[in-house]
């Protein structure tokens, strides 16, 4: 019986275990089991995946990328831009470590270039005719590198050709300021004048120039500037250095806008209207001619008149004279002339873009974007082929990982070698034109990496101040290149650095609020939240303008590994540090962006306007009270989302939920676009970062007008300061729109959340009543 | 031992159940059961509860709404104004039929009125100074509503004040061409125009007359235009029928653009920048001044000169002269002058728009709006209490439902009662600046109905193409008012249809390309897609130019309820229309919106730009291939994109998906804008929708710069319709570019769902590649 009872037990307690099997497995529950697609959308970022992919990034294999695109010369739309249009194509295209997809996307741009055929010429003329000295037309070669036949000669691209004729002048920058100092002393009418690179945009060297009678402009790089001094080739510069050779010369785009030329606003394509040549606004009315040091020396110290000031006295061991105009009787070019003579010509030409990309497997309409220009000017080594070596790396390790099926990203990651980036970020800003609305609708953030390695003491890193944080973290996830244990963020806080209200001690994020790479378009143009970064100088060791061989035919694969980065440890710093925040940005399941490092950013804007113009304000009867208003309500509502964020279980409710937090905190920087605040500045609609010639980082549009109303004290003027505060500050309309959508997001979620139960009652709705108005109209 | 073996059975069976109970119920699949939120996101348009919608919208509740709403003169800013605002809130905030939420949002705007103290005056003077002729100052009473004080004046709004005296002649419509026709008879110099209303815009009449040297402009209404001919309030006129009484006078703005007038493109907000009032565009430079046509007729008759042309002949019992100027000699007017004494002013004063709010369950980040102007000139039975009786009762049966806790919509619902719309559509489209970005991201469709009935022979509606499915589905469901077998959408073919290339014979939906009333903003601003509709004439029945009591004292509730819409069936069916589509727009999986119609348009615009430009263009050498092959684009992207959403299981899909394909159908007209398109159009940024001097429909930019370049024969007007057909139809970038947007939704979703498995392999891709390469660059 006890047997019995104890089979009948056993039997009982397998027959219930079976059933409780049954149940669980065999039953299914009606309409009740999670789709598979439940736990895909709420996947967030995979820290061992990022340590992977840290791992992965090599620096051999940056390396190898850079020797094979600095090959040959690649300057836009010439054979060898074609090389690496098709080495880039076969790279993104590699079925182990490419990418989904890559392509060509083509513009037909309007590039200047000097006719090989009959060289650019700077000459010293004695009245008689006779050449007393010809400035020379190609750089010295100290590898092949500088005897390929494809380096381009030094020149200005979108310099009128021409054959000014007249007695030299010393300028110093070339700014209005140098002008119009000079025009005190000297007769400008007829002259030719030197100048030195820096302190004004290219263009508007000769642009300034010609409302002075100046009918030529040449310009150099002075050693005090690039060289800390050094001046010879003998032991002291480029191959024994990364100094400067004498015979270098620093070539570059003379347009003041970007993007193309003729097709203001419209994708350059081939049926494109395009404005006729004469309308094109920024470009040089007269001759210019960049030369080298080497034969700038010869020019300045023989150039008579009166010393220039100290601050125009740069490196040569002579004095500086302003020209009187012309040479000093004592030199043997006394009464000689400056010839020149340019044959630069322009003509509309074929230029690519090469886009790749990784699809997302939740969000493909979500696309993070990161890119860097191709084109160079000769070799380009550092610039850009430093970045695209970079770039190339991020894509093959996150390719390889996709093609073996290891991962796929939540969104689309979009990768743009860009075109003819170096004539006035063409590539970049046609792209951004074609696709403005879908880039606009969909676009997360942009991270460029141009010169990924300038030098290899620290990071360098702008950005939008909403990617501030995902910054840090990235950086503090990577060594210091050389430094075993230091990482890259503490070392950057070592040398730039500021203190942050809410954070403390941090490192320094720029702004960008020029337009000195692809960003441009991006930032101004289109509003996507964008970043640039970079290993950059000690600027205790150097005080030099930029790295030496910037835009010369020294800007070699012998340069870069002997002097910038010998290891590629900075370049692969780099890589790992902008591959890390891509990566963030394109799984994380809430955005990485901070909307309250943003007012933290507008607060110092305001603290700024304020100390700058409200008391001059106040007595025009202009009030600031709506910026502090609309500047208070934005750190209100970034808190409030802040918050939000921090206290939701995102992973567990509807995606429609986490959606539409990413979506706010994607548009953040779209709000801040005014396509009518900027009627003079080509592509800028950003109110916060567009360009402005204020000192001191506030916002663009009151401190230009400001400095306007100022100088002409008209009431008109004023007025226009007032529209400024209006337009983009106040009224609850940019800063406070922003806001109001904050705010909006925030009770919505609070009351989605009870949305959910569809039988809601009247109390609970009542009881969000006053938040839910508030929200929705925005600051109270 | 068989009683053991039963027991034991039955013990087993019992057992087994218990377990198989317990596993399926007790025992959780971890992770494994779906949340909440899963069904409700994938949930669909429920047509029972339209169907209850449609039942319960009554008639008799909006004759009540309207006999509240009309019983005092509710002009904007007035007290009667604010009345409406409290009846609003109050309606919005019933406990058993209110809204989630209701609000006032405040403006100060630029508004004109005529002097309370110092009437506006009409007078015929002779050479003595004696008042021979008065003109009426207010209109002959019929009901008490007409002797309500707060009647104002006819007046003409933004007329500046000032005291014109001169001879009289008459000027037809006032349009350019009349005045340019009576230039060439009589010397305009220093006179005063009488003008029928209609040809051309209110301001028009003046700012075109002014240039002309005319010092002062009358406009009455013709009982030609007006009332068939009728003339006589003994038997004929209101109150005997609904035809204008000799002394109706249509008031109305006198500005040509929308929104406020001295704050461009900013939310008119207490703190916001105002332009003086000389730099005010648009508005009359000379007085002008509406009249009744019992006036008119004294005057015109009497006016001496030669006959006018039949086609300047109106309604009167006499011939109309030219004037001499003047009157004729034999008129008891001889030699007299008009006199205009206009005393009006502006102000700057505080307007309110009244917002509220369904908030959504699943989408509470998009929006359906639905609106109309609250304002009226006098007590507005028709315009605009016809609509908002209408809009009040959908919002009541909407609201109810949500009180009982039996539906709340997918997507938040918002109403919105404009102010100031009398006075060029102020609050709405103050709103839309204020709230530009905000909308533009979020608001799915806006729906527009201001005066819902004019007669009762048929619906009429206009709209962006792609809701034309949507008002179709709507109108086909709900009866034809006093027609038990017909439907409203049958009916309507009868008075306005169209054969479609792909539809056959359906009713002609019409385009918004003006802005008659509050769309403007949404539609022409914000590039939202749009829609408006009304019931109408039979015009086999009348000529009316509009409703007679239009602006007048006699539009009142006794004057609705016995000629407009006796019994309230034809209001009923539009709300049962608009309510309709109103739940369909915010309870749809998909949208319901369909860019295969949109396509349709665009082929029309297409062939009518070719029939009318193409010839000419071809002898410019301008191409219109690139519009042919965009709007080609365009349609193949649209029927990529319907047969995506035909040929996916959405409902199974993750919500992602399903929104994805969401964003795009909504943005769809957000990505015709062009800031820049328009510079002499306040407000126009929609490159389809724009108003032109276009006599037929096409694309209006391109036909405004044809008919410039025609004209003036120049080189730089052709360069205009090329710059019109590359900004906006070509290069891939506005037609091209939803296109493009589409494409990529469309390959992106077909490897979206292979993406859904990571471990994709290489093949897959590659297979997809070509596709997804065409796609995201768009038309190739």
């Not at 019995?4 to 219930?16: A, D, F, R």
């Not at 082929?385 to 093609?403: A, H, P, Q, W, Y």
């Not at 539409?660 to 900027?678: C, G, H, S, Y």
């Not at 009351?751 to 809601?760: K, P, Q, S, Y």
Request: hydrophobic share 35%; glycine share 8%.
């Amino acid at each position: 019986m006890l047997k019995q009872v104890l089979i009948g037990g056993l039997c009982g307690s397998i027959t219930l275990a079976v059933g409780i099997l049954i149940g669980h497995y065999g039953v299914t529950k009606s309409g009740d089991s999670a789709p598979s697609w439940v736990k895909d959308v709420a996947k967030d970022v995979d820290e061992n995946l990022i340590q992977q992919f840290l791992s992965e990034v090599d620096n051999v294999n940056i390396q190898e990328n850079l020797r094979e695109l600095t090959k040959v010369p690649h300057m836009a739309t010439t054979a060898g831009d074609e090389q690496t249009v098709q080495f880039m194509l076969k790279r993104w295209q590699d079925p182990d470590t490419g990418l989904d997809q890559a392509w060509r996307e083509e513009y037909m741009v309007y590039l200047s270039f000097p006719d090989r055929n009959k060289p650019n010429k700077v000459t010293v003329v004695n009245p008689s005719g006779t050449v007393l000295h010809a400035a020379r037309e190609k750089e010295k070669p100290y590898t092949s590198d500088q005897e390929d036949p494809e380096v381009v000669q030094p020149y200005a691209a979108y310099s009128p050709p021409g054959h000014p004729k007249g007695k030299l002048v010393y300028a110093n920058q070339g700014k209005l300021s140098d002008y119009s100092h000079l025009n005190q002393t000297v007769n400008l009418e007829g002259t030719i004048a030197i100048t030195r690179y820096g302190g004004a945009g290219r263009g508007a060297k000769a642009i300034v120039a010609a409302t002075y009678g100046i009918i030529g402009v040449l310009v150099y790089t002075d050693p005090l500037d690039i060289n800390d001094g050094l001046m010879s080739d003998v032991n002291e510069t480029y191959p024994h250095s990364w100094y400067l050779p004498p015979s270098g010369v620093e070539r570059g785009a003379f347009g003041s806008d970007f993007g193309d030329m003729r097709t203001p606003y419209l994708a350059a394509k081939e049926d494109t209207y395009r404005i006729p040549e004469a309308d094109i606004k920024g470009v040089p009315p007269i001759p210019i001619q960049p030369i080298g040091f080497e034969d700038a020396y010869i020019l300045i110290c023989a150039l008579g008149g009166d010393a220039a000031p100290p601050e125009w006295q740069g490196g040569f061991n002579c004095t500086y004279n302003y020209g009187a105009p012309g040479f000093k009787p004592t030199s043997e070019f006394n009464n000689s002339d400056i010839k020149m003579d340019i044959f630069n010509y322009a003509k509309v030409v074929n230029s690519s873009n090469v886009m790749g990309v990784i699809r997302g497997s939740v969000e493909p309409d979500r696309y993070v974007m990161y890119g860097n220009h191709r084109d160079s000017w000769v070799h380009g080594a550092i610039d850009p082929s430093s970045g695209t070596s970079v770039m190339l790396e991020i894509s093959s390790v996150l390719g390889r990982m996709v093609k073996q099926g290891k991962w796929r990203p939540r969104r689309s990651i979009v990768f743009g070698s860009w075109g003819a980036e170096e004539f006035g970020l063409i590539g970049s800003a046609e792209y951004a034109e074609e696709y403005v609305t879908k880039l606009s609708e969909r676009t997360v953030a942009y991270i460029n990496v141009d010169i990924a390695v300038f030098a290899n003491a620290t990071l360098r890193a702008s950005g939008m101040p909403s990617m501030q944080n995902v910054i840090f973290k990235a950086t503090k996830q990577v060594n210091a290149p050389g430094l075993d244990s230091t990482n890259v963020y503490d070392n950057w806080k070592c040398y730039f650095n500021r203190t942050s209200p809410t954070h403390g001690l941090i490192p320094r994020l720029g702004y960008l609020t020029g337009a000195g790479s692809d960003y441009a378009a991006f930032v101004h143009y289109l509003g996507i939240t964008s970043m640039d970064m970079s290993y950059t100088y000690d600027r205790s060791k150097t005080s030099a303008r930029i790295y030496p061989a910037y835009h010369t035919a020294y800007d070699t694969f012998d340069y870069a590994s002997k002097f910038i980065d010998p290891g590629f440890v900075s370049h692969q710093a780099v890589a790992r540090t902008a591959g890390n925040i891509l990566i963030r940005l394109a799984d994380s399941l809430v955005l990485p962006l901070n909307c309250s490092d943003y007012a933290e950013s507008l607060e110092e804007y305001l603290k700024t306007a304020v100390d700058l113009y409200q008391e001059k304000l106040q007595a025009k009867k202009i009030s600031m009270e709506p910026l502090k208003r609309a500047v208070a309500s934005f750190r209100r509502a970034a808190e409030h989302l802040d918050e939000l964020i921090r206290s939701s279980d995102l992973g567990n409710e509807t995606p429609l939920k986490v959606r539409k937090i990413n979506d706010q905190l994607m548009l953040v920087d779209r709000a801040f676009l005014n396509p009518l605040a900027f009627k003079d500045k080509y592509g800028y609609r950003h109110v916060i970062w567009a360009s402005s010639n204020a000192g001191k980082p506030t916002f663009p549009g009151v401190a230009d007008a400001f400095a306007d109303a100022e100088s002409s004290g008209l009431d008109s003027d004023w007025n226009k300061v007032h529209y400024h505060l209006s337009v983009r500050y106040s009224s609850r309309r940019r800063l406070a729109f922003p806001l109001s959508a904050l705010l909006h997001w925030h009770q919505e979620d609070a009351m989605a959340e009870e949305g959910h139960v569809i039988d809601r009652h009247v109390s609970e709705v009542v009881r969000h009543q006053e938040h839910f108005h508030h929200s929705f109209v925005g600051i109270k």
